[in-house]
């Protein structure tokens, strides 16, 4: 059988699989493409120079080692690096770059479009018609730490905005990811972090930009044929904050582009900040490969805060405000509404309206009556801790009963019901899920939800368990 640039490629193929882990495999080798066997020099295509670059970092003993055992010592590796030409000349110019220092492999000849000019970049961001160079960091100033109050449930997230706005791109925190609930912030966060690197480092460029606003920009980009133009633009950006990440969820091709634009920035030194509902555990929909690069830096959660940070974020927006008020009322709000502190503010502007426009005094009477019709029109997101307290009474047990180590089976359902409950009720993780319902991991909380789902449709006792917590649930 004749040997061929394919079945070298293929054989080597076989053997780095064997020696490294399945989803590097996937990201890294499945991509290449044998082009040609020349003079025991085998020549593979890649998809950008960045992946060239990673090749020879990481994994450039196994490719030499792999190729030595099918074509001898005096093997040769050559990347040819073929890239769509951006500014719409029809040939490439090329360049050959010398071989590695790093690299055991003999040689590596890489062919690279070079754009010796700089042609003016498309900006997404720029109206049609009116030329404007500059990029806005479309940052809203209003949102700060100083405005951002500290508590136990957002300690983490905003001690590490504090250390990425302090050296964007020099911290371990890339990319910072930063999860939770609705309305706990997670918005104001990532805008104090892009506001206060603006301050520090006036010559970076900062971009916030929704996660549905950049895939609008990119299926825009295809339309009209830019999408280099659209990939070269993000990957100038120092510091890129996208806002709700979860709504790339099977959009394959935003999510193919952001991977080579996270790529890219992250090799280079650049932030990336991330928002999201979810964890990346939790994540539905989205590419291995993203996922896996999203949890590259740290995954911070914002949780509902506890009662003294309810009461610090009422007084420091009342403070403000220039609005006093007394702290039996901050107090009265504080314990009452206790979902998110949107609809905290919310409940406390309402409460100012009513007192400013009737002119009548701010009484507990009064904030009874805002709060009350508040809350009801407010959809409300059922905490674990109710969820505990509903399913605990249902069973007629206390909550650190429910919590316990024991494995009597009725505690364990019991148990595993409020964990199957917070899941489907809440936004919470399942790491936070499982730390909140007797300190469990996130795989526990995986396996009592599975538990659930098989049981009610098997056991027809545990099916009446779960429709009549649901109704409690949902009153």
């Known amino acids: 059988m004749s040997v061929t640039a394919q079945s070298v490629w293929d054989n080597c193929l076989e053997f780095i699989k064997d020696n490294i882990q399945p989803q590097a495999y996937k990201t890294w080798f499945e991509p290449i493409i044998a082009v040609k066997l020349t003079d025991n020099?085998?020549?593979?295509?890649?998809?950008?120079?960045?992946?060239?670059e990673w090749l020879e970092e990481h994994y450039v003993k196994i490719l030499k080692v792999s190729l030595t055992k099918e074509l001898g010592e005096t093997a040769k590796l050559v990347y040819i690096?073929?890239?769509?030409?951006?500014?719409?000349?029809?040939?490439?110019?090329?360049?050959?770059?010398?071989?590695?220092?790093?690299?055991?492999?003999?040689?590596?000849?890489?062919?690279?479009?070079?754009?010796?000019?700089?042609?003016?970049?498309?900006?997404?961001?720029?109206?049609?018609?009116?030329?404007?160079?500059?990029?806005?960091?479309?940052?809203?100033?209003?949102?700060?730490?100083?405005?951002?109050?500290?508590?136990?449930?957002?300690?983490l997230a905003r001690s590490a905005g504090l250390a990425v706005s302090a050296k964007p791109g020099g911290t371990s925190f890339n990319p910072l990811l930063i999860f939770g609930g609705v309305g706990l912030g997670k918005t104001h966060l990532a805008h104090a972090i892009g506001v206060d690197i603006k301050d520090k480092y006036p010559e970076k460029t900062v971009l916030y930009i929704s996660a549905e606003k950049f895939t609008q920009q990119y299926i825009d980009a295809v339309k009209k044929n830019n999408r280099n133009d659209f990939i070269h633009f993000y990957q100038i950006i120092d510091v890129l904050i996208i806002d709700d990440v979860q709504f790339f969820s099977g959009k394959t091709g935003t999510q193919d582009v952001f991977f080579h634009i996270f790529n890219h920035l992250h090799q280079n030194g650049k932030q990336v900040i991330l928002t999201s509902d979810k964890a990346p555990?939790?994540?539905?929909?989205?590419?291995?490969?993203?996922?896996?690069?999203?949890?590259?830096?740290?995954s911070a959660e914002l949780q509902t805060p506890d009662f003294e940070t309810r009461v610090s974020i009422l007084k420091n927006k009342l403070y403000?405000?220039?609005?006093?008020?007394?702290?039996?009322i901050v107090e009265y709000v504080a314990k009452n509404i206790k979902t998110n502190v949107r609809e905290l503010e919310g409940a406390i502007i309402s409460l100012i309206a009513q007192s400013s426009f009737n002119k009548k005094e701010i009484t507990i009477d009064l904030a009874r009556v805002i709060v009350e019709k508040f809350v009801k029109n407010t959809k409300r997101e059922v905490s674990i801790d109710y969820i505990q307290k509903i399913v605990s009474d249902y069973f007629q047990m206390d909550i650190d009963t429910l919590q316990s180590k024991t494995r009597k089976r009725h505690i364990v359902q019991a148990r595993q019901l409020a964990m199957f409950f917070a899941k489907k009720f809440t936004k919470a993780s399942l790491a936070s899920i499982g730390s909140q319902i007797g300190k469990r991991d996130h795989a526990t909380v995986l396996h009592a939800c599975k538990t659930?789902?098989?049981l009610s449709s098997t056991d027809k006792q545990f099916r009446k368990y779960v429709e009549d917590i649901t109704k409690k649930l949902s009153v």
């Open 41 to 52: 020099a085998l020549s593979v295509q890649v998809p950008s120079k960045f992946f060239y």
């Open 81 to 155: 690096i073929k890239m769509e030409n951006t500014y719409g000349n029809k040939q490439p110019f090329t360049e050959k770059i010398p071989s590695s220092n790093r690299s055991s492999v003999k040689s590596q000849d890489v062919d690279i479009p070079l754009n010796n000019k700089s042609p003016e970049l498309r900006n997404p961001f720029v109206i049609p018609g009116i030329r404007n160079v500059k990029i806005e960091s479309q940052l809203n100033p209003n949102y700060s730490f100083e405005n951002f109050l500290e508590g136990d449930s957002n300690r």
């Open 281 to 298: 555990v939790d994540m539905q929909d989205i590419e291995q490969r993203l996922l896996s690069r999203f949890k590259w830096g740290l």
């Open 320 to 328: 403000r405000d220039g609005v006093e008020m007394p702290e039996d």
């Open 452 to 454: 659930v789902d098989n």
